[in-house]
């Protein structure tokens, strides 16, 4: 199972570029995450980039309108996907004017990091920590407490 982390435009503060080499280094170990930026612009064109770019995967949009998970939901979907041999799981976050509805209808979860509306280069950091979470909880590595 690989992780394709999508997002729009690259990491310019530099808490999310510590935060984002941080978690990347750390999930090496566990297998295949690759983050991918597309160019940012209008949430026109950077959903057809996003869409484009995850191709033949299962789609998670992070969106603020989404469902909210705790850890042990994505550890248990992380298990369900594994068990049914899904390859690739594209997590997609959009330029700051968010997602458009095209791009909502064609994923397979809206997923939403908080009640609060997130700056994007902060919710790439969180949802990688939580993937690095979940990685740790699956291999029984004491990260997660």
């Not at 080499?21 to 297998?31: C, D, I, K, S, V």
Request: glycine share 6%; net charge positive; aromatic share 6%.
């Amino acid at each position: 199972m690989q992780f394709l982390i999508l997002a729009a435009g690259k990491p310019s503060l530099g808490y999310a570029k510590e935060g984002v080499e941080l978690y990347l280094n750390r999930l090496r170990p566990f297998g295949k995450t690759e983050l991918k930026l597309v160019r940012d612009g209008s949430s026109q064109d950077v959903s057809k980039r996003l869409l484009a770019a995850s191709e033949g995967c299962l789609r998670i949009a992070m969106d603020e309108r989404g469902e909210l998970w705790t850890t042990r939901k994505l550890v248990d979907l992380a298990k369900d996907w594994q068990m049914h041999s899904v390859r690739r799981i594209a997590f997609l976050i959009g330029a700051s004017d968010g997602h458009t509805e095209e791009l909502r209808s064609r994923c397979n979860h809206i997923l939403s990091l908080s009640k609060f509306t997130l700056q994007h280069e902060l919710a790439l950091v969180v949802l990688l920590e939580q993937l690095y979470r979940c990685h740790t909880i699956l291999a029984g590595t004491p990260y997660h407490r």
